[in-house]
Every structure is written in C-alpha cells, then in structure tokens.
C-alpha cells in the first residue's frame, strides 16, 4: 500500500540527492541541473498533498496544489534560461566552469 | 500493483538523479536528469495529476533539457579532469546533507496523517487540464500575469545578457 508517507520520503530523498550535488560538485552547470532536482523534488510533494486533500463536494483531488506546481515550472524554467546566460557571459569574460577559479568575492 | 510501479519509478528516478550528482561528464549527468524527469512524470500521473505530468515532459525532457545540451555543446565542457579534492569541504557537505536526509525522514515518521492511504477519487481527473485551466484564470488571474511579466523580463534578460559588449 502506496502511502502519502512513501512519496513524502521519495521527495525528501530526490531533495537531499539535489542538495548534496549543489554541495559537492564543483562544475557550475552541474550545480545548475542539481538545483532543478531540488525544485522537482518539490514539486512531487505538492502533487502528493493535492492529490491526499479530496474535495469532499466534488471528489475530485485539491488542484490549488497544481497550479502552485504550474507556477514552479514557469519560474524554474525561466531560472534556467537566466542562469545559462550568465554561465555563457561567465565563460566568455574567464573562460572557466569551475567554481573555485570564479573567486572575485571571496575573502 | 501500484506499489510495483511506484517503486520501480521511485527507483528509477532517485537512481539518476544520484547518477546526476555523480557523472564527472556534463552530457551524461545531462541524460541522466532526462530519465530522472520521465520517471518524476510517470509518479505525476500516479498521482492522477497528468496535467503536471505531461508539461513536466515537455518543459523539462524538452525545453530545459535542450538548453542544458545546448550550453554544454556551446561552451565544449569536457569530462573534468581530477583535481586536488578538499576532504574538509567534501566531508561537510556530505554530512550537511545527512542531517538533512535524517531530518526529512524522522519529521515524515512523525507525521501520522501520512499513514494513511489515499483517499479514493469519485471522479475520473482525466479532465485536469480545464480544471486547472479554470483555476488558473478565475482565483490565481493575478498571479498568472504577475508569472507573464516574469517570463518577459527573463527573456529580456537573457538578450541583455548573452549580447557581445559594444566597445
């Protein structure tokens, strides 16, 4: 028996493989793609509780929870277009995709 | 039966999304958020939400993934090479992200309405898409223009950005 538990665990573990990547690894495009782990991991739970949350009245799932979800799409999908043109404006001026040689700011 | 695809694309997705992490190579870890992706949408449409499901597959395995590909070709990033690795740093973020996992999992356990199975649906949601369409544009109009202009100012932004500086 599939419980909301299960997809919640699911989730958190997807969120945790995304967390550990923006963590670890040192490749700027691949930090990017772990973070849109992160974000999809989200989007997994809100799907869960909305489909958990029956609307007695209609039996049909809570669809406020998808259009959040719809809302996270559009956002992540424009983040993407954003931080790949910063990467490419990046590598344009230092010729680099490695996080430790764009250390301007560092102290 | 349920159970048995559940955890096949449970399986499926957090196996490439560790394979996401892990890939030296950018193209492959790339290919690996595909597959990742398509399992996530196969849980959507488990979930009878398959609205989500079906724009998760054109937007991601679509739309971002070509831009990723395309970025990577692009800027011709090879495999990286191995460099002198920080345990320290590597060790913290490994165990940053322990207490994280452990945290989700000892608040999931607790949480006891997360026992129960799913309630059963009395409708079919094969009609989601004019459900979330009408939703979309009664109670959350403000939002969906507020999410137009932001998807006008990032494309702006992306001209401005990936434009050759005037000398």
């Not at chain 1, 599939?2 to 550990?20: C, D, K, P, R």
């Not at chain 2, 607790?110 to 079919?124: D, E, G, V, W, Y």
Request: net charge positive; with cysteine.
């Amino acid at each position: 028996m599939v419980t909301l538990g299960h997809y919640l665990l699911v989730s958190g573990t997807l969120f945790t493989i995304g967390f550990a990547g923006v963590m670890l690894r040192r490749n700027i495009v691949t930090i990017l793609m772990s973070l849109e782990l992160m974000l999809n991991a989200a989007n997994l739970s809100l799907v869960a509780f909305s489909r958990f949350h029956v609307d007695l009245t209609t039996g049909l799932p809570n669809y406020n929870a998808q259009v959040f979800v719809f809302f996270i799409i559009t956002v992540a999908a424009a983040e993407v277009a954003v931080g790949l043109a910063i990467i490419v404006a990046l590598y344009r001026s230092r010729q680099t995709t490695h996080v430790e040689d764009i250390n301007a700011l560092k102290f | 039966m349920q159970a048995f695809l559940f955890w096949c694309f449970a399986l499926l997705m957090l196996v490439f999304g560790a394979a996401v992490v892990l890939n030296r190579n950018p193209v492959a870890s790339a290919l690996s958020l595909v597959v990742s992706f398509l399992g996530l949408a196969a849980l959507f449409v488990m979930l009878d939400a398959f609205f989500i499901g079906i724009i998760q597959v054109l937007v991601y395995a679509g739309a971002v993934m070509v831009l990723f590909l395309f970025i990577i070709m692009l800027l011709d990033l090879r495999a990286e090479q191995l460099r002198k690795i920080n345990w320290v740093a590597t060790a913290g973020g490994i165990i940053v992200a322990l207490i994280l996992l452990i945290q989700i999992f000892t608040v999931v356990g607790h949480f006891k309405m997360a026992q129960r199975p799913f309630p059963p649906l009395t409708r079919s949601t094969i009609d989601d898409v004019h459900n979330v369409g009408a939703l979309l544009f009664t109670n959350f109009n403000l939002p969906f223009q507020v999410i137009g202009v932001l998807v006008l100012v990032a494309t702006v932004g992306v001209v401005v950005l990936s434009k050759r500086e005037v000398r």
